[in-house]
T-cell receptor, first 114, second 119 residues
Framework: AQTVTQSQPEMSVQEAETVTLSCTYD???????LFWYKQPPSRQMILVIR??????QNATENRFSVNFQKAAKSFSLKISDSQLGDAAMYFC???????????FGPGTRLSVLP | EPEVTQTPSHQVTQMGQEVILRCVPI?????FYWYRQILGQKVEFLVS????????KSEIFDDQFSVERPDGSNFTLKIRSTKLEDSAMYFC?????????????????FGPGTRLTVL
């Protein structure tokens, strides 16, 4: 069974600074997808960024980028120029190529300090 | 922008009672999901539903749970006899297409959740 680990239960960052959230996973599959979801205090989860495992290039979405290390099974999220609105719970998630459901990590609560 | 909606936002029930949580997925989506998140814990998959039948379920989804698409728009999760440990946030999600039909990701859109409190 696949597992997703986020070793940082809480992180904080100063506004305008950069922060990196860690995620590691375990799988025997070679083809899969990885995601970062953001869950603000309003509770609705929003997709932040996704990565296909067969792509070597790291995904980037504006201020959000990932460092995908397939051999190390690592998928960290970097948030540049942090904003107050980035404060949320961040979940790393895995989905197999043919799977339908996500396997979520335990989450990292990010605080952004003014 | 289309979104997944869920009602009610908060449901309080007595242990042993039946509850039905309702979701309206995005209208052109074909796959539907339920997840739950016990307070302070991670989000866990419960069940996926396609073409009017369960396509995948987790070990959490035992006989006390059932899902239904009673009409063209609603997707419901029923818990027959609630237990204290069923208290959680329940999220509905939907996705546009069958994962096997596309050799790449298939984004799931999540609803705002229903907080279930079992007393």
């Amino acid at each position: 069974a696949q597992t997703v680990t986020q070793s940082q239960p809480e992180m904080s960052v100063q506004e305008a600074e950069t922060v990196t959230l860690s995620c590691t996973y375990d799988t025997s599959e070679s083809d899969y997808y990885l995601f970062w979801y953001k869950q603000p205090p309003s509770r609705q989860m929003i997709l932040v960024i996704r990565q296909e495992a067969y792509k070597q290039q790291n995904a980037t979405e504006n201020r959000f980028s990932v460092n995908f290390q397939k051999a190390a099974k690592s998928f960290s999220l970097k948030i540049s120029d942090s904003q107050l609105g980035d404060a949320a719970m961040y979940f790393c998630a895995y989905r197999g190529h043919y799977g339908q459901n996500f396997v979520f990590g335990p989450g990292t609560r990010l605080s952004v300090l003014p | 922008e289309p979104e997944v909606t869920q009602t009610p936002s908060h449901q309080v029930t007595q242990m042993g009672q039946e509850v039905i949580l309702r979701c309206v997925p995005i209208s052109n989506h074909l796959y539907f999901y339920w997840y739950r998140q016990i307070l302070g814990q991670k989000v866990e998959f419960l069940v996926s539903f396609y073409n009017n039948e369960i396509s995948e379920k987790s070990e959490i989804f035992d006989d006390q749970f059932s899902v239904e698409r009673p009409d063209g728009s609603n997707f419901t999760l029923k818990i027959r006899s609630t237990k204290l440990e069923d208290s959680a946030m329940y999220f509905c999600a939907s996705s546009e297409s069958v994962p096997r039909a596309k050799p790449f990701y298939n984004e799931q859109f999540f609803g705002p959740g229903t907080r279930l409190t079992v007393l």
